[in-house]
């Protein structure tokens, strides 16, 4: 039996096919604002990352989805989350989950009406089915559930490789389930990216979702190996104190990534064994050494709400980040590898120390332990917690299915 291309290797599975007949938003235009037009627009393969979090998965989509831009197409990945997410999403797809609340943290003009429903979409599901009709090339939304939490890089590198295989797309954008998009962002993008045929990764104005105005970041930054820090160009100030002219980016925020396809065939997929965070860092890393441009698009503007899925400044943050940027350094900087330990055990571990933050110290001292030992991929340290997040994220969503019109109408 042959092995499925969209997991590839020892993961490799095969997918059920599904399709579901309904709107299609590049053809109902009525209740959509109006579009910019062309006639050659270059596809794009937006690739949309949920694991546990799809009520901020509806928000982006139904962002994307007002788009002026019309050639592109949606490959939702969900990474075997618990909180029934896939479903959920199946539903909101297909008009029996509406929901009429944004996310309790959203600033008042965040509020919308929803595209009409239902989607014109495709849904895979694992399957030992060996048959695969192949998508029409304008269906909008693909469904792809991966089957187990692969991590950032795994459960992109499915929608990666579909769309490789099957959008026929020019570009693919990379997109956390936790942002919104302007409507114009995904035009500017496509015009940045056009205006070199060596620009590979285009990076966009990330700003925070709760301070509209405030900066997360400008594309990405700049990266300082002799202590194994990337910084974040902008990060913290006002949209309009700033300029368009930054520094040489040395690597784009991994929030919003528009790459060129071309240069994704060049540079390869993103590196599974990081698992969490770094691993669009030693993207860019390729990307610079194969001699593609980051570039960044000052007009294309995300409101990002960061860390939903992890939670920024938890345990699994402190361990990931920190090893694997020990790892990263080892890899393209072995040099800088005696600095960036010192600078990481004094960062990392004091501040946590005054606070007595002491679990995360202790998470700290086993992304060291593990980086000495060469434990890459996905830790087995975190998962006595999943029978508890597992608990929590099912109350939540009840908490959030008693908050929307709910119609029990399945999925035919």
């Known amino acids: 039996m042959a092995l499925h291309p969209l997991l590839g290797g020892a993961n490799a599975v095969h997918y059920e096919y599904h399709r579901t007949n309904g709107y299609d938003s590049m053809n109902d235009k009525q209740s959509l604002p109006l579009r910019l037009g062309a006639v050659a627009e270059p596809k794009v393969a937006v690739i949309v990352l949920n694991w546990n979090g799809w009520l901020d998965t509806v928000e982006c989509l139904e962002s994307l989805l007002r788009s002026d831009y019309e050639n592109f197409q949606i490959i939702v990945c969900d990474n075997d989350s618990v909180d029934g997410s ?80 099957h959008s026929r797309a020019s570009y693919l954008w990379i997109l956390n389930n936790d942002t919104v998009v302007d409507s114009q962002a995904m035009r500017w993008m496509v015009e940045c990216a056009s205006r070199d045929h060596r620009i590979g990764n285009v990076g966009a104005t990330l700003l925070q979702y709760g301070k509209p105005d405030t900066i997360q970041a400008l594309a990405g930054g700049a990266l300082l190996p002799m202590i194994g820090l990337d910084t974040q160009f902008g990060r913290g100030e006002k949209l309009a ?54 570039s960044y698009s000052p007009k294309s503007i995300i409101w990002h709400k960061e860390g939903r899925s992890t939670g920024f400044k938890s345990d699994l943050h402190d361990y990931y980040s920190v090893r694997n940027m020990l790892f990263l350094i080892k890899e393209y900087y072995p040099r800088s590898l005696p600095t960036t330990l010192l600078y990481w055990a004094c960062i990392a571990v004091l501040p946590k120390l005054v606070r007595m933050q002491f679990h995360r110290v202790s998470s700290v001292g086993r992304a060291f332990r593990d980086f000495f030992r060469g434990i890459r991929g996905k830790s087995d ?31 035919s």
């Open 241 to 294: 104190a700033t300029s368009d002219v930054l520094e040489p980016l040395e690597h784009v925020v991994g929030a919003s990534m528009f790459v060129r396809i071309e240069a994704v065939r060049d540079v390869g997929l993103l590196d599974e064994s990081y698992f969490l965070y770094r691993e669009e860092t030693s993207w860019c890393i390729k990307f610079r050494k194969m001699n593609w441009k980051l």
């Open 86 to 165: 896939f479903q959920r999403l199946l539903e909101w797809a297909d008009g029996s989950l509406t929901i009429n609340t944004t996310a309790e943290d959203a600033p008042d003009f965040w509020s919308y009406q929803p595209v009409p429903k239902p989607i014109n979409s495709v849904v895979y599901t694992l399957s030992t089915d060996t048959t695969e009709p192949e998508c029409r090339p304008d269906t909008k939304l693909i469904f792809i559930q991966t089957g187990s939490n692969l991590g950032y890089a795994g459960g992109n590198n499915v929608g990666i490789r579909y769309a490789q295989a």
């Open 381 to 411: 340290a975190f998962t006595h917690s999943w029978p508890l997040l597992e608990a929590a994220l099912r109350a939540e969503d009840e908490a959030v299915r008693r908050r929307a019109r709910y119609h029990s109408r399945r999925l």
